[in-house]
């Protein structure tokens, strides 16, 4: 009987996203990338290893894992409203040419900008207008995902290092998960309140099985 994915399984797989047209805007694999002029020597590709449920992918992509065949190659195309959301007139703004220059900016179309935290590409100059997008470049279009998962990963060290990895954007080879019985104690050289630190076992807890997940801050270990 063939392995299907379930909910909270970690899973290792590969994925390329497409517009219906063919162009490629997201993929893990090099060789597809460079088929499709979308390689980048900055981008780091190769298998990503998801959480399958806890949003670690797009959406409609991460809700489609669920029951696929572990091994099986699938198509799946996602509407709007499951991939990147319906084009919203609210999220285009008027802005001042004063703020742009205050940051000795010169705008122009095209131009992509970051104000508190969310991106957005400038559409039209007008006197001392500009007006800013910021619906995401792919929103109001449906797209298509050809993905294949290659494995579930079971081993809870992994299944940790994997998911610090994703959601701390921690290089895998700084975080150090030493096992004894039901209890996993996580050494990674970065400091983060108690607060964090309880949140963050106890969701591990639930997706390893573990009884209990501690952390070494730095500090600590230098003791």
Do not use: W
């Not at 780091?44 to 091994?71: N, R, S, Y």
């Not at 990147?84 to 900008?113: A, C, V, Y």
Request: proline letters at 5%.
């Amino acid at each position: 009987m063939s392995e299907k994915v379930k909910f909270h399984d970690f899973v290792e797989l590969d994925y390329t996203g497409k517009l219906e047209d063919g162009t490629v805007f997201d993929t893990t694999e090099e060789k597809v990338a460079k088929e499709h002029g979308f390689f980048n020597e900055k981008m780091k590709f190769g298998p990503a290893v998801v959480c399958v449920g806890e949003q670690q992918l797009l959406p409609g992509l991460d809700a489609e894992l669920v029951d696929k065949e572990i091994g099986k190659a699938y198509s799946t195309k996602l509407p709007t409203e499951k991939a990147f959301g319906k084009r919203d007139i609210k999220n285009l703004k008027i802005m001042p040419m004063s703020t742009f220059r205050e940051h000795k900016m010169e705008p122009h179309p095209g131009l992509q900008i970051d104000v508190d935290g969310q991106r957005g590409t400038v559409t039209r100059v007008s006197g001392g207008r500009v007006i800013v997008n910021f619906n995401h470049p792919l929103a109001g279009k449906e797209i298509i995902y050809e993905f294949k998962v290659h494995r579930r990963i079971t081993e809870p060290a992994e299944q940790i290092r994997f998911f610090l990895n994703t959601s701390l954007q921690l290089p895998l080879d700084k975080i150090q998960v030493e096992l004894k019985e039901s209890k996993a104690e996580i050494k990674i050289p970065l400091n983060f309140p108690a607060q964090i630190q309880e949140a963050i076992g106890k969701k591990l807890t639930e997706l390893t099985g573990l009884k209990e997940v501690a952390f070494v801050m730095p500090k600590e270990a230098g003791k």
